[in-house]
T-cell receptor, first 116, second 116 residues
């Protein structure tokens, strides 16, 4: 079974600075997808960024980028120019690349605080 | 992104009664929906996979007779918590995706269930 581990229960960063959230995963599959979801106080899960395992290039979405190290099974999220609205729980998630809709396996989450 | 609507957002029920939570995909057909449970300050734990027109697949340890899932149409899945007890109080979240139309899952707003 696949597992996802986020080793940082809490992180904090000064507004406008850069922060990196860590995520490692374990799988025997070669085809899969990785995600970062944001859960603000409203508890609505919001997709931040997605990475396909077959792509070598790291995904980027505006201020959010990932460092995908497939051999090391590492998938960190970098948030640049942190904003107060970035404060939330962040979950790393794994999805099998097998056909059909597949469930997400979540990490434990990292609570990110932005200091003004 | 696609829109998933979950209703109600909050519900309080008396111990021993049943409560139904709805999850709708508003702008796409969802052949598969997922139901998660989230305890305070914890990650999302998959309860069951709901497949349109067939029986749900429950995760190990989830009582299928307590958490009834129905996915009668391509846009609606329901979770009914039967004979609710205080320990069933939690945050329940649904997500939906459709095979062949992207691999990202989209989440409902969640339902906070309180059993008194």
């Amino acid at each position: 079974a696949q597992t996802v581990t986020q080793s940082q229960p809490e992180m904090s960063v000064q507004e406008a600075e850069t922060v990196t959230l860590s995520c490692t995963y374990d799988t025997s599959e070669s085809d899969y997808y990785l995600f970062w979801y944001k859960q603000p106080p409203s508890r609505q899960m919001i997709l931040v960024i997605r990475q396909e395992a077959y792509k070598q290039q790291n995904a980027t979405e505006n201020r959010f980028s990932v460092n995908f190290q497939k051999a090391a099974k590492s998938f960190s999220l970098k948030i640049s120019d942190s904003q107060l609205g970035d404060a939330a729980m962040y979950f790393c998630a794994y999805r099998s690349g097998r056909g059909g809709a597949q469930k997400l396996v979540f990490g434990q989450g990292t609570r990110l605080t932005i200091n003004p | 992104g696609a829109v998933v609507s979950q209703h109600p957002s909050r519900v309080i029920c008396k111990s021993g009664t049943s409560v139904k939570i709805e999850c709708r995909s508003l702008d796409f057909q969802a052949t598969t929906m997922f139901w998660y449970r989230q305890f305070p300050k914890k990650s999302l734990m998959l309860m069951a996979t709901s497949n349109e027109g067939s029986k749900a697949t429950y995760e190990q340890g989830v009582e299928k007779d307590k958490f009834l899932i129905n996915h009668a149409s391509l846009t609606l899945s329901t979770l009914t918590v039967t004979s609710a007890h205080p320990e069933d109080s939690s945050f329940y979240i649904c997500s939906a995706s459709q095979a062949g139309q992207g691999v990202s899952a989209f989440f409902g707003q969640g339902t906070r269930l309180t059993v008194v």
